[in-house]
């Protein structure tokens, strides 16, 4: 079992940034692949980037690729989601999520099934 808290969202004007970060706890952390993802209103949950548990694979939403940055601390049990650049419509939910697989092909790695963990969530907002 892994419980997941996400922290570090609020309110930015656009063009900022914010660094979003996803403590994990419980057993076996460094064997997971991690990713997150983001919900906006009356949209569905999409995903935004995946990291193995090695840091050696990297996956990005073509949305975000260039601006969002995704890394791992395994000592800290933490998965980061820096976030450059930001525009009115990242404005979402973020959702941290982890996956008992640790690889996995880029289709899999986007889909929200390949996912047996997720946090509450937090907003993110930012203005025009």
């Known amino acids: 079992q892994v419980q997941l808290v996400e922290s570090g969202g609020g309110l930015v004007q656009a063009g900022g940034s914010l660094r979003l970060s996803c403590a994990a706890s419980?057993?076996?952390?460094?064997?997971?692949?991690m990713g997150w993802f983001r919900q906006a209103p009356g949209k569905e949950r999409e995903f935004v980037a995946r990291i193995s548990s090695s840091g050696g694979s990297i996956y990005y939403a073509d949305s975000v690729k260039g601006r969002f940055t995704i890394s791992i601390d395994n000592a800290k049990n933490t998965v980061y989601l820096q976030m450059n650049s930001l525009k009115p419509e990242d404005t979402a939910i973020y959702y941290c999520?982890?996956?008992?697989?640790?690889?996995?092909?880029?289709?899999?790695?986007?889909?929200?099934?390949?996912?047996?963990?997720w946090g509450q969530g937090t907003q993110v907002t930012v203005s025009s």
């Open positions: 419980g057993r076996s952390f460094s064997s997971y692949g």
């Open positions: 999520a982890a996956d008992r697989t640790s690889y996995r092909g880029s289709y899999y790695s986007t889909s929200r099934t390949s996912y047996d963990y």
